[in-house]
């Protein structure tokens, strides 16, 4: 049984979940509308979930049970009454529920989770009108796509072996398919707000979140809507280019890090040379007028079951070559089988050199020289293709950009090889 200071600590954070709640209840109440529950009511709500989860704790789980029980009573007449009345949603009647669940646990002493709890289901309330505009937005084969990648991911998962497999003994089926949904869910998220975002946000957003979901095409798209613009706009695509640029850096940083912390902060600095120089270019594009146009970059959906087979295949691929390089090339073909896989995206060669490393194949100082040299091939890529279908007057502002991007990558590589 807790003592009276940790019960009045309990009584404290049960009133705020209540108040908390409520008063986003009261706040969201149209006029006219019946009021089920507000400010008072919810915390005495969370004020019974608290007292019958102390007599729970007690020993008497009974009054526990009917006491949420009652609440159910409770809200489920409240929503029969408020259908009858033409007013519908049951949002409140939930969140009720929610409250008085919230109680009882911090009376169990889960009150950390009791309180995130609380503070989730508030900021889910408070983002009404962005989530419906959300769902809005995603088309029903987009919603089946991500099912799809769900199932087969839920499915399939637990069947592969979770070992080395194969000559080499690199290719671990669960890992590989782990990291195929760990990338997918990165480029879902970028994916999710440029749709989510209106076109009226600029240029410079879509490039932001366009580089989440995928740099490269997000730098094709750019391109290619600057040819059905004015000069006037020539910075502005390219700053929303290098932006794209720029935010795969960060990127590949979290990649590294999600596979091997160590890596990952082995790569801290050099990877910091070419994002500030990134960051610095996107700032004078800006200065420049840059971030006042348009555009919305359309990329492909990265939950589709065949890119996401397609990325897992590539990924695979490039472990198996960079270890078979690296037996039998040593540390020049690793960065070999680097610069060639960089050329069609970044994201395998990070993630197969830091698996490399966390299984003591690789020398933090290679891995970290393998990522590097993906990303200058990359960006040396990225550039060619802005330039190539880019108007002309977007030509000379990318050309700059992406050169000093590009040189300082090369120039963070000879400073990780030599130290």
């Known amino acids: 049984m807790p003592d009276y200071p940790h019960i009045a600590a309990q009584v404290a954070m049960v009133v705020l979940i209540g108040l908390l709640t409520g008063l986003e209840r009261e706040h969201e109440r149209k006029e006219g509308d019946p009021l089920f529950a507000g400010i008072r009511t919810f915390p005495l709500i969370a004020l019974v979930g608290y007292v019958a989860g102390l007599l729970g704790r007690m020993g008497y789980g009974a009054v526990l049970a009917v006491a949420l ?3 159910f009573l409770i809200v489920t007449a409240e929503y029969v009454l408020k259908s009858l009345a033409q007013h519908q949603g049951a949002t409140t009647e939930f969140v009720a529920i929610l409250t008085f669940l919230a109680g009882a646990l911090v009376a169990l002493d889960y009150m ?3 309180a995130t709890i609380a503070v989730v289901a508030t900021l889910a309330l408070m983002a009404k009108q962005p989530l419906h505009l959300l769902a809005q937005k995603i088309q029903p084969e987009e919603i089946y796509a991500i099912l799809k990648f769900a199932i087969i991911t839920v499915i399939v998962l637990p069947l592969l072996p979770n070992r080395e497999v194969g000559p080499l003994h690199v290719f671990n089926p669960r890992f590989v398919w782990w990291m195929v949904v760990f990338v997918s869910a990165i480029s879902m998220v970028g994916y999710v707000l440029m749709r989510f975002l209106p076109a009226q946000k600029g240029i410079a957003l879509t490039g932001l ?3 989440l ?5 997000a730098t094709v798209d750019l391109a290619q809507e600057s040819r059905l613009s004015d000069d006037s706009l020539a910075n502005c695509f390219a700053l929303g280019i290098v932006l794209a640029s720029t935010v795969m850096y960060f990127r590949v940083f979290f990649e590294a890090y999600v596979v091997d912390p160590g890596l990952g902060r082995a790569l801290i600095l050099p990877i910091a040379v070419p994002t500030v120089v ?3 270019t996107v700032v004078l594009l800006w200065f420049r007028d840059g971030g006042k146009g348009t555009s919305k970059a359309q990329v492909e959906n990265p939950m589709e079951m065949g890119k996401a087979l397609k990325f897992g295949l590539f990924f695979a691929v490039i472990l198996a070559a960079s270890k078979l390089a690296y037996q039998h090339f040593g540390t020049a073909g690793i960065y070999l089988a680097s610069v060639a896989a960089g050329l069609s995206q970044v994201d395998a060669t990070t993630v197969s050199a830091a698996r490399l490393a966390h299984d003591n194949v690789l020398a933090y100082s290679t891995a970290d020289g393998a990522i590097l040299l993906a990303s200058a091939s990359n960006t040396l890529v990225k550039g060619i293709l802005a330039m190539v279908m880019g108007r002309p007057s977007l030509r000379k502002a990318v050309a700059w950009a ?6 300082s990558t090369l120039a963070a590589f000879v400073w990780v090889v030599r130290r």
């Not at 979901?213 to 095409?217: G, N, P």
């Not at 992406?402 to 040189?407: D, P, S, W």
């Open 213 to 217: 979901a995928s740099s490269t095409a």
């Open 112 to 114: 950390i989770p009791a």
């Open 402 to 407: 992406f050169g000093a991007m590009l040189v």
């Open 278 to 280: 990134g960051l610095g």
């Open 209 to 211: 979140f366009g580089g």
């Open 69 to 71: 029980g009652g609440v």
